[in-house]
């Protein structure tokens, strides 16, 4: 079946420093979402990738989509402590009619001040 | 705020009991996936209904049962608890059913913390 696999699933940080999580499916995608959960909270919906080799900006976040649509990668600029908690891609299962996400194991992101 | 609401927020109960943990959607929305996340664990996909009928089965165990009611709610039924069912039970919500591998954004409720001694 299909997996995503995100790496690494740790990463630590000094304020300032970049960051990278990347996530790598089995399958190939129709889509691809990011989400972030904070220490203590529910995971927060942050951006849909759809069109092959897409980039979306928010703010200091780059989110890309891969040529192929197997892997996405999550890019924080100039990290801060809000930037703090675990960082999951979610793709859709694509061959049959199920509209489950499979879920990364997550990257979770400390920074240091 | 999501939109999505849990209850209860904490449940500690004994082995072999039984559970029934409560989720509604945001307004509007027709999906409901439940999740199990424990500690320092990633989310475990469970089950997703749509407009009341089950639409895919993730890693649910036999013991564990689901329901979307007409009011488009629902309810995770946790029966025979172990102690590794021990774990935050989080339910979210979108628009869509995600048929044919479309993947919608999904609304996460704030979770049920599951505690079994």
């Known amino acids: 079946g299909q997996q995503v696999m995100q790496i690494p699933q740790y990463q630590h940080v000094q304020e300032g420093e970049d960051f990278t999580t990347y996530c790598n499916s089995s399958?190939?995608?129709?889509?691809i979402q990011w989400y972030k959960q904070r220490p203590g909270g529910h995971p927060v919906f942050l951006i849909q990738?759809?069109?092959?080799?897409e980039v979306k900006k928010q703010k200091r976040l780059t989110f890309q989509f891969g040529e192929a649509k197997k892997n996405s990668s999550l890019h924080i600029t100039a990290t801060q402590t809000t930037d703090v908690g675990t960082y999951f891609c979610?793709?859709?299962?694509?061959?049959?009619?199920?509209?489950?996400?499979?879920f990364g194991d997550g990257t979770t992101l400390t920074v240091k001040p | 705020d999501s939109g999505v609401t849990q209850t209860p927020k904490h449940l500690i109960t004994a082995t072999g009991q039984r559970v029934t943990l409560r989720c509604s959607p945001r307004?509007?929305?027709?999906?409901v996936y439940w999740y199990q996340q424990s500690l320092d664990q990633g989310l475990q996909f469970l089950i997703q209904?749509?407009?009341?009928?089950?639409?895919a089965k993730g890693n649910i165990l036999e013991r564990f049962s689901a329901q979307q009611f007409p009011d488009l709610h629902s309810e995770l039924n946790l029966s025979s608890l172990e102690l590794g069912d021990s774990a935050l039970y989080f339910c979210?919500?979108?628009?869509?059913?995600?048929?044919?591998?479309?993947?919608?954004?999904?609304?996460f409720g704030p979770g049920t913390r599951l505690t079994v001694t």
């Open positions: 990738l759809v069109k092959s080799g």
């Open positions: 307004s509007g929305d027709l999906s």
């Open positions: 979610a793709g859709p299962v694509l061959d049959t009619n199920a509209g489950k996400s499979t």
């Open positions: 979210a919500s979108s628009v869509g059913s995600g048929g044919q591998g479309v993947g919608y954004e999904q609304y």
């Open positions: 209904y749509y407009n009341g009928e089950e639409r």
């Open positions: 399958t190939t995608l129709s889509n």
